[in-house]
């Protein structure tokens, strides 16, 4: 295994577990059940509806998730469902939707929603820079609202809500793509979760998406077919040619969820431990690392944050990447420092970036770079 692939801190697509690798490498070249390339192996196979059958369970077990939910692996990632949300909840309706807009993401969910039908924004961090989330009395949700939409993790600015919001009379819609599968979540809760799979939970090319059964009665009946949610319910996920290869990595990084790691609580232990680690870093570095969010809605998932100096931060990523380090530059809306440290990265790794932040910080101490 290269040695870099372990330290990669990528925004997303993102590091994948190592045992997992060598598994999708395998099979690449032979699926050992079936003899055949993953590459080369037919989504109308019996070998492959065990497939989409045991992922499903997989994730519903994780989840807890009940019997009134779909569970579809669908295409075009968590853009599209920026769009298919609204088309299927919000066409023709005049009451508006509510959305916040917590971040760079959400904001992209908006004006997508507006194409479709009225939208009433209901917080906006943008006059604090995105820097923090909205307290519950902040949030005027209303009780006849078609559905409230949020983004339960801001990848780029690192914001992430660690409670459930909104009335339990209103349809709630989250976008979870980048905290999906990462620490028990009451799924049950939502009308609809979507979550792509290219930061916790596989390569790029699928996306989940659970649907309550409820949520459909009454959906307009004119979508095309590709984006109505009825016809990959009724197709099993498999409506066209779905990314088979895309899937099968995800059914492997669910059963590494499930059997090697034991399970959602598990994995949010460790990965508190790895968040821990490095918001201690930058809380105790007397202003040298600077956390970008309110610490109360920091993300456990993604570390943003800056140095003293654009020069500074220019440093940290030239001398990380010589270190071995990857995917360290904050996201190219905001710039600065991200350490994304979804599923795939190990505790190991983030003690690894944790010493080179430190020894950084006092060469840099000691070469007076602090001074202005
Ligand atoms: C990365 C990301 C997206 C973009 O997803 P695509 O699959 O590229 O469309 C959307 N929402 C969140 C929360 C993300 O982190």
């Keep these: 295994m290269n040695p870099r692939n372990p330290l990669n801190f990528s925004g997303g697509p993102a590091a994948l577990p190592e ?20 590459l080369g192996i037919s989504h109308r196979t019996d070998w492959f ?19 009134e939910y779909h569970v579809l692996l669908l295409q075009g990632g968590a853009t599209q469902q920026f769009s298919t949300v609204p088309m299927t909840l919000l066409r023709g309706k005049h009451i508006p939707a509510e959305y916040l807009h917590t971040g760079y993401w959400s904001g992209k969910a908006i004006p997508e929603a507006r194409r479709e039908g009225p939208v009433r924004v209901i917080w906006s961090g943008e006059r604090d820079g995105f820097s923090r989330l909205p307290n519950d009395e902040e949030l005027p949700f209303s009780a006849d609202a078609p559905y409230i939409h ?5 990848t780029v600015e690192g914001l992430q809500f ?14 979870m793509s980048s905290d999906f599968l990462s620490e028990p979540c009451a799924a049950n809760k939502f009308a609809l979760i979507y979550a792509h799979a290219q930061k916790n939970i596989g390569p790029a090319g699928v996306t989940v998406v659970l649907i309550r059964d409820s949520l459909l009665e009454g959906m307009p009946v004119d979508l095309p077919g590709f984006l109505d949610y009825r016809s990959h319910i009724k197709a099993h996920s498999n409506f066209n040619t779905p990314p088979v290869f895309a899937i099968y990595v995800v059914l492997l990084v669910t059963r590494w969820l499930m059997y090697e790691v034991g399970g959602l609580s598990r994995m949010a232990e460790i990965n508190r431990n790895k968040a821990a680690l490095l918001y201690a870093l930058v809380d105790g570095s007397n202003g ?22 654009p020069e500074l931060e220019r440093r940290f990523l030239a001398e990380s990447l010589a270190a071995g380090f990857s995917g360290l530059s904050g ?23 944790a010493g080179f932040m430190e020894d950084f910080l006092h060469r840099m101490a000691k070469t007076d770079c602090l001074a202005k």
Excluded: W
């Design 162 to 175: 660690h409670r459930v919001l909104g009335r339990d009379d209103v349809p709630r819609i989250c976008d």
């Design 288 to 309: 040298f690392y600077r956390g970008r969010a309110n610490p109360a809605d920091r993300s456990l998932m993604n570390v943003s944050f800056n140095l003293p100096t």
């Design 49 to 67: 509806a065990a497939v989409i059958t045991e992922l499903e369970n997989n994730i519903r077990t994780l989840l807890g998730l009940s019997g």
């Design 150 to 154: 949020y983004v339960s993790n801001e």
């Design 19 to 38: 045992s997992v690798l060598h598994l999708v490498q395998q099979s690449i070249v032979e699926v050992p059940e079936v003899g055949l390339s993953i």
């Design 331 to 353: 996201h190219r809306a905001i710039g600065g420092i991200r350490a994304s440290i979804y599923n795939g990265l190990t505790f190991p790794a983030v003690e690894k970036l």
